[in-house]
């Protein structure tokens, strides 16, 4: 039997510190993964479980986007996927008993890792007006308290529906349907938060804002260049891929401000060789980049290509390209010493990194958070596009932009409409179908929700899924937010901080997840989903529900529509709710790509979006053509005495879900608040090694932004910056602090002076 969720809270913060390692997965995270399961659940569950990730007739696992290869391993899932099938599979579980011991107040001075470990969410809750406790409701009930706040509102713009990124394509489809009938554009998202910036710079410059390589791609590729992204901790079966086109011949380069583990060394867990042994080198050359520094180095290479002799594809350019020539005027004058400076790098290995391009005839270039989250984000995508484009590198086999999504299926849920500035082709599309006028204004992101709710314009707050309060930037400011509305709505599955931090009244909505069989009047239902490189396939859990009468969250969008637009609303809720074939045969009316969609996703792995750049160099921009863009040359600036700080993930979490407190490839155990701080910064700040102190961020504000007590690392990080985990540090990160055009927060750019541990 699964064991007893910890009675006390044991995220007691004394984080120790061992040497980094330089390798990842092998036997022990095969052992972790076990472990971690097992805490969860029993053994049967366990195995009736972790065999039926990422499998054709399985469930896609909740973990990262990363595509599952045609032929999926047998064990197609790595040590933090399983982490995450435990998180949710868990035999724990929340009553109403437990609502009624612990008051919200007291739940709210616990840490978000002791939250996770109660167990899984069985029951509507409802947070009355002015009570301590929450307490038992019945689902009609819900919808209706939730129905009658948005029938109070002045205007529909009252009210903001966020989503997390594990939603499925049926109730995102839904969703934003139920959100536009109501008369809202209001559909921020976590991807406002993760990938925005992708997306910007890259409808801008290519017409499609996604990735346009395929793991096959990634196969043939010369040449593949990591920047700003961790996948040895976040994509762990992206190491596979890597693994795979090595041995066909790649070379393998990572920008990075810290030396990560996964990406030098990977042991295969899934095959002999990975378990004992080396394991394969991944990495050959390695660029230690300061933060922020990758447009300059990106503008560098450009430079350097447009130098050499034949060093540009000039075919394609002619007959694809726009705005080349004002784009090589400005590459050609970029300034060495500007380059130098803001990337920290010796000019050799950029010349280095030049040459491995020139000799490449197939690039691909893979990135993360680690360029998203700058204030200057999508000047940084625009000029990796540059850089693309310059050699052909688009639309060809091996070849080609590769935004490694995050939550299993962001990517998804925006190609159904989650979005606050929809495409107008898309809201025709959804006019003809379900004869209405979708409101045509766009709607507020998260960084702007936060603000309308902060102002009182927004009123009612309803969150499919995610953490809105730990996940968005300024705590102080997003909580109080919260705390200003008149309804707050969370739809989830395990218990988290959104639910502490309410409105004036609050719901709990629980639903199922990936793994929980999903069974209506007419039978067992899946959903589908969208991984990182556009391939939608099916996914259905086996898993006896928690609790009986939880709700999928298709359903609770059904009922909450019905509730909430009459009886006379014309679109067929009950029947979308009891059969998602239906709601697929809407999806292939409106939107491109999914015609035949309840035929074709029968087929094994299921079928690929098309993608005008990537199938046949269409373009659909607004020149119609793929756009060189020119750039102006920033870096971040790092005034004396100061460090920028980055908030990045741990091994062990998942976004804000704590799953324990090491981060075994940097080699920090049994803590979480920890600064890593190159040593001859240290020196210069005047930080002890093991010594604690408070980080303070600065912003033109004025507004003292405080972390206490966080323990300092010396660690080999490049010169200037800092790094620290998220979400424990987002209330350094300022709420206007956005990165321009996707107004994305700067997460991986703050800028903190040290203070004496006030707590101390
Ligand atoms: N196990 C696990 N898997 C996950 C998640 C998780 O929390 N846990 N989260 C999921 C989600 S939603 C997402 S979006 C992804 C996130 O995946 P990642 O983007 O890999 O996650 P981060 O930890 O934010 O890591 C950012 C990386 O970028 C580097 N970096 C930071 N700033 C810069 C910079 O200026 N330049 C360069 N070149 N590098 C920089 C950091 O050192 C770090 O290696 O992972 C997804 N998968
Ligand atoms: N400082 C800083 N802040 C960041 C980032 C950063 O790097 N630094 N990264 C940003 C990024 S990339 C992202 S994507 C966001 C993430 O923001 P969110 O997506 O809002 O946060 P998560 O922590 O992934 O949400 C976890 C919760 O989702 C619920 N949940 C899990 N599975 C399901 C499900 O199947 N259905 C439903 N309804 N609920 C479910 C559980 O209740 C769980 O507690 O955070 C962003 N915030
Ligand atoms: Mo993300």
Redesign the pocket.
């Known amino acids: 039997m699964a064991k007893q969720a910890p009675q006390s809270d044991p995220a007691q913060d004394a984080p120790e510190v061992g040497a980094p390692q330089h390798a990842a997965a092998g036997l022990k995270a095969v052992r972790q993964s076990l472990a971690m399961a097992g805490e969860q659940m029993s053994a049967r569950r366990t195995l009736a479980t972790l065999t039926k990730v990422n499998q054709h007739g399985g469930f896609d696992c909740?973990g990262c986007a990363w595509p599952e290869p045609d032929k999926p391993h047998t064990a197609e899932f790595c040590e933090n996927g399983a982490k995450a099938v435990a998180e949710?599979a868990t035999e724990r579980r929340i009553t109403r008993a437990f609502f009624a011991e612990h008051p919200v107040a007291e739940l709210a001075g616990r840490s978000g890792y002791w939250l996770?470990q109660q167990g899984r969410l069985t029951e509507p809750m409802l947070l009355a007006e002015g009570a301590t406790h929450y307490a038992p409701i019945g689902w009609d009930e819900a919808f209706a308290i939730i129905a009658q706040e948005l029938t109070a509102l002045d205007t529909p713009d009252g009210a903001a529906f966020y989503t997390?990124?594990?939603?499925s394509n049926e109730a995102a489809f839904s969703y934003q349907l139920f959100a536009r009938k109501l008369g809202t554009n209001n559909l921020p998202d976590?991807s406002n938060?993760?990938h925005e910036s992708s997306g910007s710079a890259l409808v801008e410059t290519l017409g499609v804002g996604k990735g346009s390589v395929s793991l096959k791609d990634l196969y043939q590729a010369d040449l593949i260049i990591v920047a700003g992204q961790n996948p040895g901790t976040n994509h762990p079966r992206m190491l596979s891929a890597l693994e795979r086109a090595k041995r066909a011949g790649a070379t393998i380069v990572s920008v990075n401000p810290l030396p990560e583990a996964g990406l030098e060394r990977f042991k295969n867990p899934q095959h002999a060789r990975g378990l004992v042994g080396g394991g394969t080198k991944l990495t050959d050359l390695f660029l230690q980049i300061r933060l922020g520094g990758d447009l300059a180095l990106f503008r560098a290479l450009n430079q350097l290509i447009l130098a050499a002799d034949g060093g540009v594809d000039e075919a394609f350019i002619a007959e694809h390209c726009h705005g080349y020539e004002e784009f090589a005027a400005e590459a050609k004058s970029t300034d060495r010493q500007q380059v130098l400076a803001a990337t920290g790098l010796p000019w050799e290995q950029i010349e280095q990194l030049a040459e491995l391009v020139l000799k490449s005839q197939k690039v691909i270039v893979c990135w993360a958070?680690g360029l998203t989250?700058h204030k200057h984000s999508v000047p940084t995508i625009r000029e990796v596009v540059n850089f693309l484009l310059l050699r052909g590198n688009v639309g060809r086999p091996g070849a080609g932009v590769c935004p490694v999504r995050?939550?299993s299926n962001v990517q998804g849920d925006r190609t159904m409409g989650i979005f606050e500035r929809p495409a107008p082709a898309f809201l025709d599309a959804l006019e003809r179908e379900f004869d209405f006028r979708p409101p045509r204004e766009h709607g507020f992101d998260a960084v702007e929700s936060i603000r309308a709710m902060r102002d009182g314009r927004v009123k009612v707050f309803f969150a499919?899924?995610?953490?809105?309060v730990a996940?968005t930037p300024d705590t102080e400011v997003t909580e109080a937010a919260m705390r200003n509305c008149r309804l707050t709505v969370q739809?989830?599955?395990?218990l988290?901080r959104s639910h502490l931090v309410t409105g004036a009244r609050a719901l709990i909505l629980p639903?199922l997840?990936?793994t929980d069989r999903d069974r209506t009047e007419r039978g067992d239902q899946f959903v589908t989903v969208e991984d990182s490189m556009g391939m939608v396939h099916s996914s259905q859990g086996r898993l006896r529900p928690p609790a009986p009468g939880i709700l999928s969250?298709t359903a609770i969008v059904c009922r909450l529509a019905r509730a909430a637009l009459g009886p006379a609303d014309p679109t067929p809720w009950e029947e979308f709710a009891a059969d998602y074939g239906t709601i697929r045969e809407r999806i292939a009316k409106v939107v491109p790509g999914f015609s035949d969609f309840n035929t074709r996703i029968k087929a094994p792995g299921g079928f690929a979006l098309p993608h005008g750049p990537r199938d046949t160099r269409t373009f659909p921009t607004t020149t119609g053509k793929a756009n060189f863009t020119v750039n102006t040359l920033t870096a971040p600036e790092v005034p004396a005495g100061r460090l920028l700080l980055q908030?990045?993930r741990s091994h062990d979490q998942?976004?804000?879900?704590v799953y324990g407190l090491d981060d075994r490839y940097r080699g920090i155990t049994g803590g979480r608040r920890v600064v890593l701080v190159n040593p001859l910064d240290a020196a210069e700040l005047g930080l002890t090694e093991g010594g604690y102190v408070d980080l303070v961020s600065e912003w033109r504000d004025g507004v003292e932004r405080r972390a206490p007590r966080f323990k300092v690392v010396h660690y080999p990080v490049a010169r200037g910056g800092a790094a620290a985990y998220?979400?424990e540090?987002?209330v350094l990160?300022p709420l206007d602090s956005t990165a321009e055009i996707s107004n994305t927060?700067t997460?991986k750019a703050v800028l903190i002076r040290f203070e004496a541990d006030s707590a101390a």
């Open positions: 909740p949710e996770g997390s990124g594990r939603t976590c938060m993760c958070m989250q995050g939550h499919m899924g995610g953490n809105f996940a739809v989830s599955t395990k988290n639903t997840g990936r969250e908030t990045l998942y976004n804000t879900t998220y979400p540090t987002n990160v927060p997460s």
